[in-house]
């Protein structure tokens, strides 16, 4: 579950949360320019992939690293 207040779901007991940006925004910022909020989209998508591949047997919050650890390949098709 993606969650801008993270609290909420972690007291009820979902086993893996992600913590999103804002209620009305939880996957980007509007206020960022197109392209860095294509990357914090991006790093947040990441991270929830990687909640679902992790096992955990309690409540789990997971949050997006602050900036881009590194540089997705680009493919040329």
């Not at 925004?25 to 206020?31: A, I, K, R, T, Y």
């Not at 320019?33 to 914090?40: H, K, R």
């Not at 591949?53 to 098709?77: G, I, M, R, Y």
């Amino acid at each position: 579950m993606i969650s801008a207040l993270p609290s909420v779901p972690l007291s009820v007991g979902a086993h893996r949360v992600i913590k999103g940006v804002r209620v009305e925004h939880l996957c980007g910022d509007p206020s960022l320019s197109p392209e860095q909020d294509s990357e914090l989209m991006l790093r947040i998508a990441r991270t929830a992939l990687k909640a679902l591949q992790t096992d955990v047997t309690e409540p789990t919050l997971f949050e997006p690293p602050a900036q881009a650890t590194e540089k997705e390949p680009v493919h040329a098709s």
